[in-house]
Structure formats: C-alpha cells, structure tokens
C-alpha cells in the first residue's frame, strides 16, 4: 500500500512539474502560430488554453498535449483574409468567421468521433508513420530558425555578432544541460527542460545580456503582450456574421480541411504517444475529445487546435504520463495570462528554442537511416516522400499520399501472385486450379490465364486456393462465364467460398448450373466448417 501511494505521488510531481515545462513551450508557439493565422497573440494562447484542459480531461490518450498548430495555423491565414474583405476594414470579420469555422471544425469531429472514423488511423503503414515523424521532426527545426532573425525597420533579418553569438550559446547551454542532467544519477529525476529554462532565463536576466526574450517577441509581431483577462464567449461573432447558406457555402470547406488535418495529426501522435509509452489510447474518444474542444474555443474566442507533437514528447520525455499534466500545462498558461505575463516575457527565446531542438533531436527516427538498406525500395520511397512532402506542403496532404501510394504497391504486389495451374483430365475437361488473391488488381493477369478460343467443350475452374476478395473479382467471374457459354462451352466453377457463391446466385440464375455445390474434398470442408475438424491438419490425409 505504501509503494502503491508513492508512485502516485511520485506520477503527480512529474505530472505537475512536467506540465509547468510544457506551458513555458507552448507560450512562443501559440503566439507564433497566431501571428501566422493573421489574428492576435491572445487568440492564440486561449485555443492552447481551452483545447488543452479540455483534450487532456476527456481525451482519449492521456499526456498528450493539444494547442494551436503551425499546421492548421497556415491554412486559416487565407480564410481570416478573404473573411477580411467581406466587410470594413475595420470589422475585422475575417476573425469571426474564423471562430465559426473553428465551432464548425469541431461539429465534424466530433461527428468522426462519434461514427468511429478514429479507427481507420490504425490502417496507416509504418513507412508512412516514420515519414511522418521525421517530416515533422524537420518543421519543428525550421521554425525554430526563425528565432535567430530579428525585426529591422519592418524586416527580418538573421543576428550578427554579439546578439548571434549569446543565441547561440543559450541555445546551446539549455541543450548541453537537458543532455547532461539526466546522466547525474542524483539528478536523474529532475525535470531537465523546466531546470535548463530556469538556469537560462536566470543567466541572462542577472548578467543582463541583451537578448531575445517572449516580451520581444511578442512586440516584433505586432502584438502587445502576455496580459489578458479570463476568455469570455464571443456573442458577436453571431451577430456580425450572418447565419445563412452562403456563410456555410464560405466556411463548410475550410472547416472540412481544419477537421482532417487536425485528426490526423492528432491520431498520429497518439500512435507515437502510445509507442514511447508502451500503453494504448483511444483514438474515437479523442476525436470527440478534439472536437468538443474546438467547440468551445471557436465559442470563447480561440483558433482552435490539435495534438502538438514537440510538446507532447516534452511532456513525456518529461515523465508526464496522466492527465494531470496537460491540465496542469493549460491552468499554468492561463495563469501566466492573467498574473504572470510580466515575469513570462522575460524567459530568452533561446532557452525555448533549445528545448525545442533537444525535441527535434529525440523525435526525429534516426533508426530509418540504418534500415534504408533492409526495407523494400518502395517503403524507403514512400518514407522519404511523406517527409518531404510534410516539409513542403502539410500532413494531410503528406500522410494521405503516403498511404494511397502504400495501398497501390500492395495491390500491385499482390496481383502479381495470381497463378494458374492447367492441367487435362482423362474425359478431356480442361482445369485451371487458381491460386492467390482475385481482386481489382489482379482482374487482368487472371483473364490472361484463359484461352476462350481453344479451350476443350468442357471447362472447370477450380478456386479452393484463391480468394475471391471484392466486386470486381465477381463481376470479372462472371464475364469469364459468360464468354465460355457464347462460345458454347460447358464451364463449371468449384470451391468458392459460400459469400462469393451467395453474390453470383444473386448476380444470375445460370450459375446455378454453373457453380459444383457437392464437392468432395475435405481440405475444402476443413476451410468453410473448421469445427468439424479438431484436429490440425497435418493429421489429415488428403
């Protein structure tokens, strides 16, 4: 009992301290993703806010971390700016229909969550998952680049000198020690990024060294910092924003485009979540989870979200493992808002931007370098291809193809396996014996396999080892059929599987003449009834 209360107690401290680590990261990225999406820095920090206390209160995948994402940021920037141009300037309705768009996006997951569509991430190959991490591995390094520019006379240019030189040395002091830490055995437990930021922010505020910090940040983005008040929900957005079809007809595809990108990146961390730890999580719930939380942040004036997968590793890598992390990460941001702002603006972007790279570092799948030479060319392709295409477009578009092209070299593998055995019985009835799948993809290489012309009277087609695995197996059957009887040929069909015998005799009356009902053969038995053959069965002869 006593072991039991301390490694719970033991699980709250990671937890909590682990979650503290987690809302100084998500500080930056929700400001930055918010000026991305060309609305204010608070828009930004209150969808981190609300999507993760509520994701990580009724989620399915517990310490996972949800906020605003680069990846859903860079599709509202053009739906805030043509909802910008419906009305005044100074209307500022592109930010409306933004948060419709957002309660929108939630609906539809939700309504994914509801109709079990979370399943279907199961169906996603690994090349495509390890293309995916290393894709996004690759972004999270990228935008981090952008914290060695700074703002001159409105541009953006790379740090020279002292100001490059201190980056680079917090950077890399934050990196040695997250590195370091862990390797000191009295150490071992504490929460090496929490620490590496505290020493950091601490080094720079007493030695006074002029370097980037949050409060900089912020103002180099137009914005006017940290300091805001509890979200409240945003009642104008109905008020300014008619509710009729044309506004649908606007909003409906962006929505549609924020659901799926979300979802997907969302159930993709968790399969990583569910990797590093060893545990399963519930992918439906968190669809529902996902969109009752964009629900509420459209309501309460936030971007919406979802999973964010270099906090999540942070929260992990951590030892956040409940749920109390991620709430303890979303209450400790809105703190942070509302009584810490001052104190928050003065942490160096360059002990942020070290966490991240320790991140970057331990996200990235190194082992798909090793194992290049031992997979299949198409996989090593297709694991490139969903990395470079997640650096240049976005995941959806990356995961979608990478799983499209995966599904196309497994029917193209698999058609290649059909085979027809031929041989002549002494009455002269020729027998094709079938092996290997029949399917859309091997329709073609098993028409081949028959000579309609110079075939015998007297055709059998013999199926007890192929499978018949769609409708256009079916209906490539069924056309064989008919070209041997045009030919007035006798043709006979035996062993196919009682499924695919119900679908022809619904297809047409002639295959009841066509298809052998009483076939004797135990092995075709032993396939369609097992229970009559307890045995295994290699201790039936055949």
């Not at 419709?100 to 991430?121: D, E």
């Not at 150490?187 to 922010?201: D, F, N």
């Not at 209450?331 to 002990?351: C, D, H, K, R």
């Amino acid at each position: 009992m006593t072991e039991f209360i301390t490694k719970r107690v033991s699980n709250v401290r990671n937890d909590i301290l682990s979650g503290i680590t987690v809302a100084l990261a998500l500080v930056p990225e929700a400001v930055a993703f918010a000026f991305v999406a060309g609305v204010d820095p608070l828009v930004g920090l209150y969808a981190a806010f609300m999507i993760g206390l509520i994701t990580s209160i009724f989620g399915g995948r517990p310490g996972m971390i949800s906020g605003a994402t680069g990846a859903l940021a860079v599709v509202m920037v053009s739906l805030v700016a043509e909802g910008n141009t419906m009305g005044n300037p100074e209307e500022n309705l592109g930010l409306y229909y933004l948060f419709l768009t957002v309660m929108l996006m939630g609906v539809i997951q939700f309504l994914a969550g509801v109709l079990k569509l979370g399943k279907f991430v199961r169906l996603i190959p690994h090349p495509v998952m390890m293309g995916f991490v290393n894709g996004l591995a690759i972004v999270i390094f990228l935008s981090q680049l952008g914290m060695f520019k700074e703002t001159i006379r409105g541009e953006k240019v790379w740090l020279q000198g002292n100001a490059l030189y201190f980056m680079i040395g917090l950077v890399a002091l934050t990196m040695l020690i997250m590195w370091g830490l862990p390797k000191i055995k009295a150490a071992k437990k504490l929460p090496e990024a929490l620490i590496a930021i505290l020493v950091v922010s601490s080094i720079a505020i007493f030695a006074g060294l002029d370097v980037a910090t949050v409060g900089s940040f912020i103002k180099d983005g137009g914005g006017e910092g940290l300091k805001g008040g509890f979200p409240v929900p945003v009642l104008e957005t109905f008020s300014n924003i008619p509710l009729n079809w044309a506004t649908l007809k606007f909003i409906f595809p962006y929505a549609l485009i924020l659901a799926a990108i979300g979802l997907i990146e969302s159930l993709m961390t968790l399969n990583l979540i569910d990797d590093l730890t060893e545990t399963r999580g519930n992918s439906n719930r968190e669809c529902m989870a996902q969109g009752g939380a964009n629900i509420i942040t459209g309501l309460f004036g936030g971007m919406g979200g979802c999973a964010m997968i270099g906090q999540s590793i942070i929260n992990i890598k951590g030892g956040g493992r409940g749920r109390l992390s991620g709430i303890t990460a979303a209450v400790f941001l809105l703190m942070f808002i509302l009584f810490a702002s001052s104190y928050i603006e003065q942490v160096p972007i360059a002990a942020l931007v070290g966490v991240m790279f320790m991140v970057v570092i331990g996200t990235f799948a190194w082992s798909s370098f090793r194992i290049m030479n031992k997979i299949p060319k198409t996989d090593v392709f297709v694991l490139i291809l969903v990395s470079s295409l997640t650096v240049i477009f976005d995941l959806a578009i990356a995961v979608v193809s990478g799983v499209i092209i995966s599904a196309l070299v497994f029917a193209w593998e698999n058609a290649k396996k059909i085979r027809a055995r031929k041989r002549v019985k002494e009455d002269g009835t020729k027998v094709y014996e079938i092996w290997g799948p029949l399917f859309f993809g091997s329709i073609s290489a098993f028409n081949s396999k028959f000579d309609v012309k110079n075939d015998p009277t007297s055709i059998e087609i013999d199926f007890i080892e192929a499978r018949i695995s769609d409708h256009s197996a079916i209906e490539a059957i069924f056309a064989l059929v008919e070209k041997y009887q045009a030919a007035d040929k006798k043709i006979t069909l035996k062993h196919l599987s009682e499924d695919c015998k119900v679908l022809l005799y619904k297809a047409s009356p002639i295959f009841t003449e066509v298809i052998e009902e009483d076939v004797d053969d135990p092995r075709y038995h032993l396939a369609a009834n097992p229970e009559k053959f307890p045995k295994p069965l290699k201790e039936y002869q055949f």
